[in-house]
């Protein structure tokens, strides 16, 4: 009985005097490795115990208090090895390890969702899925699940706009160039796309409701493949046709990605605005076609110069030129005789040459085994356009009959420069996972304007002398930040952030004969919470501070006439708003269901502002509005079959506003969004594809307008063929044409209902051949530029 006791204590003891050893695995850009082998041994080299690292790198080993060598494999390949001395539990933080030779004879079949949830973002496998498949960015950001696209314009759904990084960099361009740039990058070279709710501190804090960080493919070791493509698309009025590229190599110590890709097509806009004015109605009917020759060029090369040290150089350039008649006719009634009063007849024409060139210089320091780290960006971008806009047009009034004709030109030579220098600092430890750093943004735009407005006169206009007006706008932005993470148990986890940003501005326009500057320091915090209580069960806390800065085309107080009754123009007192966000998530297996609070402090939007006795309509921003959203949303991922797979969301919000103009009456309301995208495969051998996608909003409101009714259904058909080699790809977008944006308002007392239709109902075939082998992907990295090219306007 003693000796059982003895055993029994000895073993008590043992047990008692075991320790935790834990870590994460990543690769050397910070993405974890999973199922890499963990081992620990003794100090006579003996295996003593192992463990695979999960999906997020994660580790765990348990065993008695000592010294041993812990060593980390991944097929059969060291990839780290150090000798530790634990007494209690022992955190070895995150691990970094080069994989660069790593996967050289492996090919890995397991294939990522299409849809993956993290702590602070979802993120959206592309290469996944065929329903954007032969099309461009903007329709990969359509189909994207929480995203939607109107009129050119990207929003998160049920919230308001967002900045747009591709690759890590932020894309510093207004709406129109925006769109222009993402039309001209090929769907098929993006790899995911990554919704951000809640950024963490070390990206900037612009944006809205959080950021969108297009990933592009990449390639990995001993690869050497050339992808080219060819696609043509038929809308109801146009066609385009394009020819896409990318070449990607690595071997040894470098890695080289590369893609050319143009497109040149047209497109057709119709807008229609009625005009309740208290004795005329204003019909006002515009027809929008353009031809456009879009582009695009990237280029990415990575050389390993040691296994500490990194360094790399990206290149992006776009060109465009986009060619336009914007034709309307607007018919006035009288209210009480309901007869034609007056006919305005206008033809604008556009001529636009917008480019862009993007340089990234970055050197990776790897600073010891355990996850330290020193990465340093230089960024500088170059946008430039020539915007050329001469209109015309005649007024025809009746009773008594009489003819006035009108004409002018509005120019705009802008040249826009932003240069950023980042400096990062990974500091991993046992108690948290500390990260910190700072950036400095020189941003500097030039305009030179020349306009002339003739006015409604009674002759034709023959002479058009125009005034030259330049301006300016400059801002500088210093920020540092700190950010940590702290793993507390197996179940719970914590990322929180504090980032703080000094701004100044100077806006100069000679008209105006003064500088209007603004200098402001603000803080930005972040938090994510994630507890998972049992297997398959999250619960989730998030919340983040953003801003919203005005670019200079919102900024800039000239006046701009489509015609004698429209004018644009932008407002240089606007000052930036801020955005505080909170969601609360539950996750159970594949569904997610949040709840979420949105407060836009004092945020601006731009208001056609109508003068009842003029009959004139200025559209201008003003900050107006202390806006409050409550909502719901939910994501479900449906796999239980292998032929059939898909995602669901559902959004449900209630907006208040309220107004600081009484002219400009805000609107309360629902907003209602649901979409479901579905891929399917037909045959056996996975040659045969078939996706369908479905988005609809019964219900919306923001600001002064309420948002009516419209929905859009698109289908896609791919075959496989040459070893899955050859891609055939036909897809047909908004077939009903049920995408139509139709809103309306009330502004000073004038009721205005409007529906803009951009025709993207088409259908498109497309054609992919890719040479080389198969292994796609290489290491991401962050740049310096990650937040500055979103407002250099039009």
Not at 83 to 88: A, G, Y
Not at 287 to 316: A, C, H, L, M
Not at 589 to 615: C, H, M, W
Not at 728 to 741: A, P
Request: glycine share 6%.
């Amino acid at each position: 009985m003693n000796r059982l006791l003895f055993i029994v204590f000895i073993i008590s003891s043992t047990l008692s005097a075991q320790v935790k050893i834990s870590g994460k695995v990543v690769t050397l850009d910070n993405s974890p490795i999973e199922f890499a082998e963990v081992t620990l041994f003794s100090e006579a080299n003996v295996p003593l115990k192992n463990s695979l690292t999960n999906e997020k790198g994660d580790f765990s080993i348990e065993h008695q208090a000592g010294t041993y060598k812990l060593e980390i494999r991944q097929f059969k390949e060291i990839l780290h090895s150090n000798l530790i001395t634990v007494n209690s539990d022992y955190d070895a933080g995150s691990i970094t390890v080069n994989t660069t030779n790593v996967l050289e004879n492996v090919v890995i079949t397991k294939a990522k969702p299409v849809v993956e949830r993290k702590i602070d973002r979802l993120v959206f496998n592309v290469e996944n899925t065929i329903s954007a498949a032969g099309g461009d960015a903007m329709d990969a950001l359509r189909v994207t699940p929480g995203l939607q696209v109107r009129n050119d314009n990207i929003t998160m759904v049920g919230r308001s706009t967002v900045r747009v990084l591709l690759d890590d960099k932020m894309l510093e361009l207004g709406q129109e160039e925006l769109a222009n740039l993402l039309k001209s990058i090929p769907s098929d070279n993006i790899k995911s796309i990554e919704v951000i709710t809640t950024p963490p501190a070390k990206y900037d804090a612009a944006g809205n409701s959080g950021l969108i960080n297009i990933k592009l493919k990449r390639a990995k070791k001993d690869l050497t493949s050339l992808s080219l493509g060819t696609s043509y698309l038929r809308r109801t009025y146009d066609g385009e046709g394009a020819v896409t590229s990318n070449f990607m190599y690595n071997k040894d110590a470098l890695s080289l990605t590369a893609s050319l890709n143009y497109r040149e097509g047209g497109e057709t806009f119709k807008y229609r605005d009625v005009i309740h004015f208290p004795d005329e109605l204003w019909n006002s009917n515009q027809v929008f076609q353009r031809d456009y020759k879009r582009g695009n060029g990237i280029v990415n090369i990575e050389y390993v110069i040691s296994p500490k040290w990194t360094s790399g150089v990206q290149y992006i350039t776009n060109f465009n030129h986009i060619d336009g008649l914007r034709a309307g006719n607007t018919i006035v009634n009288a209210y009480d005789t309901n007869a034609v009063v007056k006919n305005v007849l206008s033809d604008t024409h556009i001529d636009q040459k917008p480019n862009f060139h993007s340089v990234n210089l970055f050197n990776a320091f790897k600073l010891d085994t355990i996850g330290k780290k020193l990465t340093v960006n230089l960024d500088y971008f170059k946008y430039s356009n020539k915007d050329t806009r001469p209109y015309d047009g005649t007024i025809a009034e009746y009773n008594p009959d009489s003819l006035q004709y009108f004409r002018g030109i509005n120019s705009n030579d802008q040249q826009t420069s932003n240069f950023s220098g980042k400096v990062d600092f990974d500091l991993p430890t046992k108690v948290i996972n500390w990260s910190f750093g700072g950036k400095v943004t020189i941003l500097r735009t030039e305009n030179i304007l020349s306009a002339f407005n003739s006015g409604l006169v009674t002759d034709p206009v023959t002479n058009m002398p125009e005034i030259t007006n330049n301006s300016s706008y400059d801002e500088d932005i210093q920020a540092a930040y700190v950010s940590g993470s702290k793993k507390f148990t197996d179940n719970f986890e914590v990322q929180f952030g504090l980032r703080l940003e000094a701004t100044q501005t100077e806006s100069f326009n000679a008209n105006l004969a003064q500088a209007i500057t603004n200098d402001y320091t603000k803080l930005f915090p972040t938090l994510n919470m994630v507890y998972t209580p049992k297997e398959n069960t999250t619960l989730g806390l998030n919340y983040s501070r953003r801003i919203v800065r005005p670019n200079f085309a919102e900024l800039n107080p000239n006046v701009t006439y489509i015609n004698p009754f429209l004018t644009v123009e932008g407002n240089p007192f606007l000052r930036p708003f801020t955005v505080d966000n909170i969601e609360f998530s539950f996750g159970y297996k594949k569904l997610e269901s949040k709840a979420y609070f949105v407060r836009e402090n004092n945020a601006y939007n731009q208001i056609g502002f109508p003068d009842s006795d003029t009959y004139n309509v200025r559209l201008t921003n003003r900050n107006l509005f202390n806006i409050n959203r409550y909502g719901i949303s939910e994501i479900y991922i449906f796999d239980k079959f292998s032929w059939w797979n898909s995602y669901s969301t559902f959004d449900l919000n209630y907006l208040t506003s309220e107004s600081t103009d009484p002219s400009a009456l805000a609107v309360d309301g629902y907003y209602v969004n649901f979409s479901t995208n579905n891929d399917f495969v037909l045959n056996k051998n996975k040659t045969v594809l078939f996706n369908v996608y479905f988005e609809c909003m019964p219900v919306g409101t923001y600001g002064v307008n309420k948002l009516d009714l419209s929905s859009s259904t698109s289908v896609s058909l791919q075959y496989l063929l040459l070893n899955k080699d050859l891609r055939i790809t036909l897809r047909g977008n908004n077939i009903f044409r049920t995408d139509n944006m139709r809103f309306n308002s009330t502004v000073s007392g004038v009721y205005r209902d409007s529906n803009y239709y951009t025709d993207t109902r088409l259908i498109q075939l497309s054609l992919n051949y890719k040479f080389g082998n198969k292994k796609l992907n290489v290491s991401r990295r962050e740049t310096g530029n990650t937040d500055e090219r979103a407002r250099t306007g039009n």
